[in-house]
């Protein structure tokens, strides 16, 4: 490990980061979905990086409580190699009904000196029927697969409900657990109630009695308020929460450098903000499942978020910045 650390932070990343960050990604996705091909590759990477620590969650098996976030593999293309790298669960998206292109370019810059990043995506995906076919054609993983989903921009908040059902409909067979993603801070804003509007989307998508697991993704930028309602509704609901996407405040950010500039936060200066919503949640109640996601870069982070509560953890920015031994170096 020490080697493969030595090697991806000091030549690898030295110069992908001289790139632009989109391009890096998928060159980075291209890469992987060659390894993919080939199942010798895997076992190999498998052998390396496997990393046991198994627990069950709502009769869903984890081979670690370390999963890769939604926004990295947006389509569903590269998660059988994520899963060989040692993450004990994936994933995937977010994924929405329709196809769309997401924001205008640039729109993924990192921020090295702050271990951040900034991404202005838009929640570009290829649409669920493609999702789907990419699913079909690699099959499930060894690892549990998660399906973050999201309602169409162009998909106005009275009708959501609709079009997240309608997603859910095509891709209701594929994932292991589910996560609704309520707080995108790259599409429009939300103005009214959280709580109605999270419960007519959960009430939609029970009626398809899925029996799987899901989650409302929620914001760090919420109110106090809006965390209790959307505890108490998950804990109705038997419903869990990841907890947390990306911050739009960039009181957070050293650097004045991006204040003219859209987009979400990640990584080390969400940390603080991102544990202060999971004992806020925990505060309300013990048994609702939590994901805990922002800015997890160490051993330590995981220590303190599961004294606070949080069952399983995600990470996404690290993963850029520490390379493919994050996983053990995060657990061991």
């Not at 993704?217 to 509704?233: G, Q, V």
């Amino acid at each position: 490990m020490k080697t493969i650390d030595f090697l991806y932070k000091n030549i690898i990343r030295q110069i992908a980061f001289k790139f632009d960050a989109e391009d890096v990604h998928n060159l980075a996705i291209s890469g992987l979905k060659l390894v993919s091909k080939f199942d010798f590759l895997k076992k190999i990477i498998e052998k390396k990086f496997q990393l046991n620590q198994p627990l069950k969650l709502n009769g869903v098996n984890f081979r670690n409580p370390l999963g890769l976030a939604a926004g990295f593999d947006k389509n569903a293309e590269v998660y059988d190699v994520i899963a060989s790298l040692g993450f004990g669960f994936v994933e995937v998206g977010s994924v929405t009904l329709k196809p769309q292109k997401g924001n205008p370019g640039p729109r993924l810059w990192r921020i090295p000196s702050e271990k951040a990043i900034v991404n202005h995506f838009g929640l570009n995906n290829f649409g669920a029927v493609e999702f789907l076919k990419n699913i079909e054609r690699k099959g499930k993983p060894k690892i549990p697969l998660g399906i973050n989903i999201s309602k169409n921009n162009d998909c106005d908040f009275n009708n959501a409900h609709k079009n997240i059902s309608e997603c859910f409909k095509i891709l209701k067979d594929c994932g292991d657990f589910f996560v609704i993603n309520i707080s995108c801070p790259n599409v429009e804003c939300f103005s009214g109630n959280l709580r109605d509007y999270a419960e007519r989307i959960l009430k939609s998508v029970k009626e398809m009695d899925l029996n799987k697991i899901i989650f409302i993704k929620i914001s760090p930028d919420i109110s106090d308020n809006d965390i209790t309602e959307i505890t108490e509704l998950c804990e109705n609901y038997k419903t869990g929460i990841v907890a947390t996407n990306t911050t739009k405040n960039r009181k957070l950010l050293i650097t004045g450098d991006f204040d003219d500039r859209e987009g979400g936060i990640s990584g080390k200066p969400l940390s603080q903000k991102s544990l202060d919503v999971l004992k806020k949640i925990r505060e309300k109640s013990r048994d609702v499942p939590v994901i805990s996601c922002g800015g997890i870069f160490s051993h330590e982070d995981i220590k303190i978020r599961k004294e606070a509560g949080a069952q399983l953890f995600e990470i996404y920015t690290s993963f850029i910045y520490e390379g493919p031994s994050v996983v053990d170096n995060l657990l061991s």
